[in-house]
């Protein structure tokens, strides 16, 4: 039993007014996503065809560049939503949940950077 009242234990419970944004940017990323794979998709052939100096010349386009960059991090940014959604959703521990979210953050942080960087480099 406890002596707090029914608005001090619903306290800091409630919505934190986030869930509207993030639905949104999930939605957002997802529908950039379908032109951006849909011209992935269709590169990986010309790429693979290409062999090391056509594949060299193909990253050396801008445009090339820009829709890798762009599905990199629109793709990353859907994941750990998704990620996030699914721990909150299933993780119930306090600990475990925030220790998840913080590295599943930290891990599409670290693709990012590595994929980012391996696409510039690539692109000068």
């Not at 002596?3 to 990323?29: F, I, N």
């Not at 990986?44 to 990199?72: R, S």
């Not at 909150?88 to 960087?117: Q, R």
Request: hydrophobic letters at 55%; aromatic letters at 6%; glycine letters at 10%.
């Amino acid at each position: 039993m406890t002596l707090r009242s029914p608005l001090g234990r619903a306290r800091g419970l409630g919505s934190a007014k986030e869930g509207t944004h993030h639905w949104w940017m999930q939605r957002v990323t997802a529908v950039a996503l379908v032109p951006l794979m849909i011209l992935l998709v269709g590169f990986l052939p010309v790429a693979a065809a290409a062999g090391y100096n056509g594949f060299l010349q193909l990253m050396q386009d801008p445009i090339t560049a820009t829709v890798l960059t762009l599905a990199v991090i629109a793709g990353l940014y859907h994941m750990k939503l998704g990620l996030q959604v699914v721990i909150e959703d299933y993780v119930h521990h306090e600990g475990a949940k925030t220790i998840l979210l913080v590295l599943s953050a930290l891990g599409a942080s670290t693709i990012g950077a590595v994929s980012l960087v391996s696409i510039f480099m690539l692109a000068l």
